[in-house]
Structures are given as structure tokens and as C-alpha cells.
């Protein structure tokens, strides 16, 4: 069997340097929750992901350096002030690597479908597994601390129905009841909306 050497395509390329530059923040984070998070379980969590991060900017630092591509100016420990007083409470830094994981399966999850040079599928195959494990191992947290907000309950259906007419999409939220989709988007959307809000604002007034 002759081995194929391929070059990194368009999305390859495009998937590593997006995930470089977004784990190299991901470290900046995480080691600043670190130093100020007193809660040991917490803490076991972060580091964890803080591991995980920083395999992550190894690996595609390899993969760059073999094929002769520069690596991305991305977050380093000059991006940090850990003298800074601390701006969130401990169980926010739980949320981040909740918010973080499942971004990460999602975002992962389409860029490994896009992918088809060996090692680097087996780079993004493996992270879809890392944050679905962390995802996994925060939510089980934040249930156990009583801190996760559950999306919307809705009545159990009694039966099956069919939509009989069009304008059950142009009465969205108006003549019928939202549906689980609709409701389960829509909650989502607004807690990583939150989320990042949140960030954005802390960030703007440090």
C-alpha cells in the first residue's frame, strides 16, 4: 500500500488555525480560574481541561511545524494578570467548562466532517471525545452543586398529531404552543448568548 502524503486542504488548515488560536485562549482562561478557584472539585475540572487545552496547541504546533506553516499569534501568558483581583465567583469557572465542552463537541463535531488527512481526523476525533468526556464530568458537577438551569419541561404528548396546515411555521409563538425543538433552541441560544455577553462584559470594564 503506497502512503499518501497529502498537503493540508483549505479546511485542514483552516480548522487547526481556528482551534489553535481558540484553546490558546481557552489556557489563558483556565489558568486564571485556577489560581483563584477555592473549590477543590472545581479545580480538578479546570485542570483537567487546562491538560486537555494544552495538548491540543502541542499537536497542531507539530502538525504546523511539519509542514512548514508559521503558527497563529495566539493568546499567551502575556494575556494574563493573575494579580488581578478575582472577577467571578468559583462556580462560574465550572460554567466555562461547561459552555466551553459543548461548543466544543458541536464546532469539533463539524469541523472533523470536513476532514480527511489521517492524523489530523485523528487530532479532531479525539477532541470531539475529550469535550464530550468534560461536558460529561461538568454538567454532573453543576447538577450535584445545583447550579445547572434545565431547559423548559413541557407536558408529556398524549398522542401522535400531524400538522394539517402551513401556518403552523408563520404562527410561531403566537396561535400554538412553542414546540420541544423551538424551545430547546431557543433556551440554548440565550444561556451561550448570556454567557458571552457576560464575558464581553467583564472584559470591556477590566
Known amino acids: 500500500m503506497v502512503e499518501h ?89 465550572l460554567s466555562f467548562v461547561y459552555s466551553m465542552s459543548r461548543l466544543g463537541m458541536i464546532n469539533t463535531g463539524f469541523l472533523t466532517a470536513n476532514i480527511a488527512r489521517a492524523d489530523v ?5 479525539t477532541m470531539v471525545n475529550q469535550s464530550a468526556k468534560l461536558y460529561q464530568t461538568a454538567t454532573t458537577l453543576m447538577l450535584r452543586k445545583g447550579i445547572y438551569d434545565r431547559p423548559p419541561m413541557i407536558p408529556y404528548p398524549k398522542q401522535v398529531e400531524y400538522i394539517e396546515k402551513k401556518s403552523y411555521i408563520l404562527a410561531f409563538g403566537k396561535k400554538r404552543p412553542l414546540n420541544s425543538a423551538e424551545l430547546t433552541e431557543i433556551f440554548f441560544n440565550t444561556e451561550r448568548n448570556y454567557f458571552s455577553v457576560l464575558l464581553c462584559m467583564v472584559t470591556a470594564g477590566s
Open 121 to 125: 481526523m485523528e487530532f479532531f476525533v
Open 5 to 93: 502524503n497529502a498537503r493540508l486542504s483549505s479546511a485542514e488548515l483552516g480548522g487547526l488555525w481556528a482551534t489553535y488560536l481558540q484553546e490558546s485562549m481557552a489556557i489563558c482562561l483556565l489558568k486564571y480560574f485556577l489560581y483563584h478557584n477555592q473549590d477543590e472539585e472545581i479545580k480538578a475540572i479546570l485542570q483537567q481541561a487546562l491538560e486537555i487545552s494544552e495538548g491540543h496547541v502541542q499537536q497542531i504546533t507539530i502538525i504546523f511545524n511539519h509542514e512548514e506553516i508559521p503558527l497563529p499569534d495566539g493568546f499567551t501568558e502575556q494575556d494574563i494578570n493573575l494579580s488581578a483581583p478575582p472577577l467571578f465567583y468559583d462556580p462560574f469557572a
